[in-house]
């Protein structure tokens, strides 16, 4: 099975939860999924890093998210676009030596 077709299953799957959480712990395991999923997304399916931000901004609006998850979840968006600038980036050089 192609990579990306199952990056793109997985954060589907996340986006329909999100209005199912109410539990602190739930955020928790979330927040350990995009921890494992966003590196996996930089390499085989980039074109889905505006929904991991999208499922990272609905976290940080969700009043079960503890202080230490905002925390983690700032830090995760942060990487999503440092992430998205290094590709975008690479993308400019490679196209600049083509």
């Given at each position: ?7 793109t ?18 955020v928790a ?29 609905a976290?940080q ?38």
């Open positions: 099975m192609d990579p990306a077709i199952l990056v299953g997985i954060v589907a799957f996340l986006q329909a939860l999100l209005p199912e959480i109410s539990a602190a712990s739930t395991k979330i927040i350990g999924y995009l921890v494992e999923l966003i590196p996996i997304v930089v390499k085989v399916a980039q074109d889905v890093l505006p929904e991991i931000k999208n499922i990272i901004a976290l609006s969700n009043s079960a998210t503890t202080p230490d998850q905002l925390t983690q979840l700032a830090a995760l968006d942060a990487q999503v676009d440092a992430s998205f600038d290094a590709a975008a980036t690479a993308a400019e050089a490679d196209d600049a030596t083509s």
